[in-house]
């Protein structure tokens, strides 16, 4: 068997050929969940795959497991992966990076001839971003949400989850979830500025913020904006205003742990000379620790509930989801320490800001992850961006803890 | 000749009739400029004109001319009417009275056989309403606005207001402009609560609130809603908050006066877990005295100024338009307030807070208006409401104003 090493060209490489798939002006990717980019991504991945010998089965929520086999039949694999889809004017690494490290991890064992005892499988979720439908396919997997409700979701125009995911190519013969797997761990680029600021090269994730997720409608009264007078409307905007402007004070009383963010926000009639008499908007709020995060519920519900006493507006809150914070697997969370420090890259442990598959993973198996830096903390925007030295590094330690498991397994 | 009297049951029943053009389940009305509706409405509006006697010319701007033949070849006519086009979600009284009372002046003339020495000619003006394209009918056949910066404006679909005009088949051959009128008035509802609450019939109005209309974008940093600490964002839309509450502030400051609205929002990338990088919405400014007008916009350059210097976002305010306050012909008003003593209804002075056709015409000629109560002030709004009692009496006040006009031209 030769030398055991990554190819970082080659990583390199196939993460800018995925990155020209949906590729935007300003350098980023729109590659919006079961779009005919998300298809093209996921196109390109399977190919990839099958040429590094892996076997491609996609399940009921189109989620993809590329197997590399191992000598062992009855052990169990062990998954990594990541997702394909973007954000609306999302980056070239947010989720395309741990799959494409797990299939430079495959690569650079076929190059090796390195047969583990424990099949691996690179996974690729669908729908990670929650950006255009409200379900993805790692939840599903763990049994949160359920597959008639992820089926039946629509977009804002109204197309259906599961005619977008025939449509595509994607709706597999396996069932969705009941697959064993023996771990799971995931490489993914940080997202925040905390890499950057301490100098070290990878993050070992010991868990994630809980989040929770709201719509909010507020109905006032639409009417003429030159002929009613200020004291007598009911501007549903302005009351949105009030309430942006409340939550992100209350995001900052519980910074620096808690985050609060009106993401999106959606105004009728829309039209310049009327006053808006319905304003649709989002709250996406998250905190490490689970009775923070509550109380941050509470103080919204009583902002809301203040709104409608002082200004006769109807405000309506309604929960989308409610994710707990996560711990990850102790063990994991130790093989990947260990194998950063057997790769020779300083590393720290980290708490992750963002919700992440392997967050809906660690509910139901060992999971560990790793986190490389990212310039200025960016990410959801065109202009994140991560170097070929450190996207090389997050993949030798990704190897080596997929090799220690594969031991273990 | 019989004795000259308006039928009040053809009158409602031809507001009726124009009213189920883009008619909307709440009871409203949605005919936007240059859409298939408002050519249905032009269309239907054409076929009764000509039925009732009258020559329909077109001007290039599509305003629509339907003129009763009068006795002295020589005399200048004497235009009333209105629009069509309405609001997103309108209502069913706003534009369409004033061109049906119109009508239905002509038709009361027909019945009674009169001849009128002066022609009249019921004019519907384009896009008055300004929701879809910046400029109107008559901003344009007065010179306030130029054919080619009206031809050239595009709808929020990119969709060019030139040939929409093509395509609904309403580009006439009549230059837009130079036709010369002896006076105009025009019939409406008052889209606001005065007439309501003092119980008078008929608004005698003597001229309109100055008006400046701004577009405003906020450029933030767009960042990923997980893991950007709040201390360290820069979100476009919290901004956008902070101001559009400040600007209500603004405006209850100088209220009854003066007003202050923020209609239309765009936020980009508009995603539930992004924070906003960009927001792009409009003021609307309005006051009745110019001094106050420009104090107002003064306030509102210095509220921008602060926030770029607050939270370091580009705040970028750009001027659509500006209209002075406009005062109405002496005698104009003197004939309306008359033709309502006349015809046995009680009236007052009114100020009106709306811009209309007439404040534009009013800059070349002499204007008069009337107002009817509306219900609850209510317009803008598919509630809009007019008891088909008022309706009437606006004609017949109208009749008489026309006629009064047409001896003395």
Chains 1, 2 share one sequence.
Request: aromatic share 6%.
């Amino acid at each position: 068997m030769s030398e055991l090493r990554i190819n970082p060209e080659r990583l390199w490489d196939s993460l800018m050929r995925m990155a020209e798939i949906g590729a935007t002006e300003k350098g980023g990717c729109c590659r919006l969940a079961l779009s005919d980019e998300d298809k093209a991504g996921r196109d390109l991945f399977v190919a990839w795959a099958r040429e590094a010998g892996c076997d491609v089965s996609i399940d009921a929520m189109g989620n993809i497991f590329a197997r590399r086999p191992g000598r062992k039949k009855s052990a169990l694999p062990i998954a990594t992966g990541s997702h394909l889809d973007t954000q609306p004017t999302g980056g070239r690494f947010d989720g395309a990076y741990g799959v494409l490290a797990g299939l430079e991890v495959v690569r650079a064992l076929n190059d090796a001839e390195i047969e583990t005892k424990a099949p691996l499988e690179i996974v690729v979720w669908t729908n990670e971003e929650g950006t255009r439908f409200p379900f993805g396919g790692s939840s599903v997997f763990v049994g949160q949400a359920s597959l008639q409700a992820a089926y039946a979701a629509q977009d804002v125009d109204g197309l259906n989850f599961a005619e977008e995911l025939d449509r595509i190519g994607y709706r597999g013969q396996l069932p969705c979830g009941g697959r064993p797997l023996d771990a799971y761990f995931e490489a993914h680029i940080e997202q925040g500025p905390v890499l950057e600021a301490t100098g070290e090269t990878i993050g070992v994730v010991t868990g994630a913020r809980g989040q929770a997720r709201f719509d909010i409608t507020i109905t006032g009264m639409e009417a003429h904006a030159g002929t009613t007078p200020m004291p007598a409307r009911k501007d549903a905007l302005v009351s949105a205003a009030e309430l942006i402007r409340a939550f992100n004070h209350l995001g900052l009383a519980h910074a620096p742990s808690g985050v609060c963010t009106v993401g999106r926000i959606a105004c009728s009639p829309n039209a310049r000379n009327t006053i808006p008499g319905r304003v649709d908007f989002t709250i996406d709020l998250r905190h490490p620790e689970r009775r923070e995060l509550d109380e941050m519920i509470l103080e919204i519900r009583a902002l809301c509930r203040a709104e409608t006493e002082r200004t006769g507006v109807i405000v309506e809150l309604r929960r989308v989801d409610y994710e707990e914070p996560v711990e990850f697997d102790p063990t994991c969370i130790a093989t990947v320490r260990d194998a950063a420090e057997a790769a020779g890259h300083g590393s720290q442990e980290i708490f992750s800001g963002a919700g992440h598959d392997a967050c809906y993973l660690a509910r139901l198996l060992p999971v560990g992850m790793l986190f490389i830096p990212c310039k200025d903390g960016l990410s959801h925007n065109e202009l994140e961006s991560a170097t070929p030295e450190d996207c090389a590094a997050g993949t030798e330690v990704l190897l080596r803890t997929l090799l220690k498991q594969a031991k273990r397994a």
